[in-house]
């Protein structure tokens, strides 16, 4: 499903060159709940954006399905972007003058006005994710923990296959958290959603199949539910 392939990543700013991913190999497989984690700094959303086409490799290969999203255009890119990934931000980045329903129908504007099938599409998602009637409200009087709905609802409507969250649970209390977590969950195995989200709680982290744990722009540990050792290992980072 997802394939990455040696990929580096350097950010340039003047004369400093600063190597953020130094050679990342990473398979994701159709329909795995993955998480990341790792020290701030050490190059989680910067992969993140990579998988979903928001910024290119200095090196190497990133695939989704058949297709090569190191190798596209940007027009491209954000075509591919539109019609196969859903991104949840951690700060949400919702449009805060528009309504709930406004805000989740966003993707689907640069496709042409809403169709009455657009419109009960949000309309159920807005349900799954628990914020029926609440559409006509504006996007900033709701709390925390219902913004990041919003954002998940806004990142599903384009029914993407791959569900990409940078710390979706960061700014949300245990209770909040634990929500969002089960709505992530529920639609990864409904669905068969392939999800990758970076969190630095290992709580959220013990949601996912798998953890991967990254250190320095390298992956430096890998954690499978399967593993013998996967639920030892939950409690030795919780005690
Ligand atoms: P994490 O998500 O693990 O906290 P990031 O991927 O956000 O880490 O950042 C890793 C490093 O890359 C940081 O040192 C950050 O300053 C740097 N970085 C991220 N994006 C850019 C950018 N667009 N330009 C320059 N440096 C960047
Ligand atoms: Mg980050």
Redesign the pocket.
């Known amino acids: 499903m997802i394939k990455v392939r040696n990929v580096r990543k350097e950010?340039v700013?003047g004369q400093e060159r600063?190597e953020?991913l130094k050679g990342v190999d990473l398979t994701v497989e159709e329909g795995e709940f993955l998480a990341i984690m790792?020290?701030?700094?050490?190059?989680?959303?910067?992969?993140?954006?990579l998988l979903g086409g928001l910024?290119t490799p200095t090196e190497g290969e990133v695939r989704i399905r058949q297709s090569d999203l190191s190798q596209m255009s940007e027009k491209k890119r954000t075509i591919f972007r539109r019609q196969h990934i859903g991104f949840v931000f951690q700060n949400y980045q919702l449009l805060n003058s528009l309504t709930v329903e406004e805000n989740v129908a966003f993707p689907l504007h640069a496709d042409g006005s809403l169709t009455k099938e657009d419109d009960k599409r949000i309309q159920q998602l807005l349900g799954s994710v628990g914020l029926e009637g609440l559409g006509g409200k504006r996007a900033n009087l709701l709390s925390g923990g219902q913004q990041q709905r919003v954002a998940i609802a806004r990142a599903l409507v384009n029914r993407p296959s791959v569900l990409l969250a940078?710390e979706p649970t960061g700014n949300l209390d245990r209770q909040r958290a634990e929500e969002i977590l089960a709505l992530i969950t529920r639609l990864n195995r409904e669905n068969n959603q392939t999800i990758v989200m970076?969190t630095h709680d290992i709580f959220a982290a013990g949601f996912a199949d798998r953890i991967v744990l990254?250190k320095d722009g390298v992956i430096d540990q890998v954690i499978s539910r399967k593993d013998e050792d996967y639920a030892q290992y939950l409690a030795n980072f919780l005690a």
Request: charged share 15%; aromatic share 10%.
């Open positions: 950010f700013q600063t953020v790792g020290p701030s700094g050490s190059g989680k959303s910067t992969l993140l954006h910024d940078d970076v990254f």
